[in-house]
Nanobody, 126 residues
Framework: QVQLTESGGGLVQAGGSLRLSCANS????????LAWFRQTPGKEREFVGV??????ECADSVKGRFTISRDNAKNTLLLQMNSLKPEDTGMYYC?????????????????????WGHGTQVTVSS
């Protein structure tokens, strides 16, 4: 069973930076995608970015500000968030997919993921 644990959230002023980490404690499973989603109360969980093999893709709302990378030695997915805005506030979730989809656009949707962490809260003050 894949076990994902997020960390690194907190309170930061607008324009600041945070780095989130997602540790995967189980290496035995083949994972086709690792992603970040975020959610605020009353809204649906939205796609932030995904890492597929050696490529990454981020949502337009965070492109140029957020960067996804992977520390293979630590089996950890990272989300570097710069130039944070109040609208970036939310609970950030790490997700992993053990399912191979031919259409990679599928990985931009919540339904593609069968493993989720419990989330880490990010709050950006104005």
């Amino acid at each position: 069973q894949v076990q994902l644990t997020e960390s690194g959230g907190g309170l930061v002023q607008a324009g600041g930076s945070l780095r989130l980490s997602c540790a995967n404690s189980r290496r035995a499973f083949r994972l086709y995608a690792l992603a970040w989603f975020r959610q605020t109360p009353g809204k649906e969980r939205e796609f932030v970015g995904v890492r597929l093999d050696d490529t990454t893709e981020c949502a337009d709302s965070v492109k140029g500000r957020f960067t996804i990378s992977r520390d293979n030695a630590k089996n950890t997915l990272l989300l570097q968030m710069n130039s944070l805005k109040p609208e970036d506030t939310g609970m950030y979730y790490c997700a992993a997919s053990g399912i191979s989809y031919t259409d990679h656009n599928t990985y931009y949707t919540r339904g593609a993921y069968d493993h989720w962490g419990h989330g880490t809260q990010v709050t950006v003050s104005s």
